[in-house]
């Protein structure tokens, strides 16, 4: 008979806990490392994105990941909405979002205002998400299900980026994708900050 490794239980404050109850991540010690992280200078902008439940996806996706802000236009659709708040879990009151029916406003101005705009597409032309050095504050841009981003919008941008993709199928569901590309850009600027306090105990006399 396979043997049961025996787990002892936490305490977080007055509270005691089994090594099977499920806690918030931010209680734990293991987000140490995240602490004064947020926001995370990552935005999304969402252009046609015609899923409600998609939709929801990347409000719960941008609220986990702690990104700074979500920029629905085009069909997009906009809270309060049940489809949405079907998957966003109430995400979609803790994230900051803006709804405009033309993005290129938006990227017009975040530009102007420093952020690396980057498209996930799967152009031929675009670099590998993971070889990818973004140039934080960085937009991020998601389009249509089916059509993707409009080359008026793709010629609008700094960076193409895709995801690599191994099997059969050259693509994966639009919030699948964005979720993938958030938790790089997290760990990514994780890294950088990581760096950055290494390099200023070096200086210290």
């Keep these: 008979m396979a043997s049961t490794r025996f787990r002892p239980a936490t305490t977080i ?9 499920r806690v918030p991540y931010l209680v734990t010690q293991a987000a ?10 990552v935005s999304i902008l969402l252009h046609n994105v ?9 409000f719960r996706s941008a609220d986990a990941a702690g990104c700074e802000k979500l920029y629905l236009s085009g069909i997009t659709a906009r809270p309060p909405h049940r489809g949405i708040a079907k998957t966003a879990l109430g995400a979609e009151e803790t994230v900051p979002w803006e709804h405009h029916p033309d993005p290129a406003a938006v990227i017009v101005r975040l530009r102007q205002q420093g952020h690396e705009i980057a498209a996930i597409e799967t152009s031929v032309h675009s670099t590998d998400l993971y070889d990818w050095q973004p140039r934080f504050p960085v937009c991020v841009l998601f389009g249509h299900e089916v059509d993707g981003l409009s080359d008026p919008l793709l010629a609008l941008c700094d960076t193409y980026v895709r995801i690599p993709m191994l099997g059969r199928k050259h693509s994966l569901n639009v919030a699948t994708a964005g979720g993938v590309v958030i938790y790089e850009l997290l760990r990514k600027y994780r890294a950088l900050l990581d760096r950055a306090k290494l390099d200023n105990a070096r200086i210290r006399p």
Excluded: H, Q
Excluded at 13 to 21: A, E, N
Excluded at 32 to 41: A, N
């Design 13 to 21: 404050g007055p509270i005691v806990l089994k090594s099977t109850d």
């Design 32 to 41: 140490t490392p995240y602490e004064g992280l947020r926001p995370v200078p």
């Design 50 to 58: 015609r899923s409600l439940y998609n939709v929801g996806a990347f």
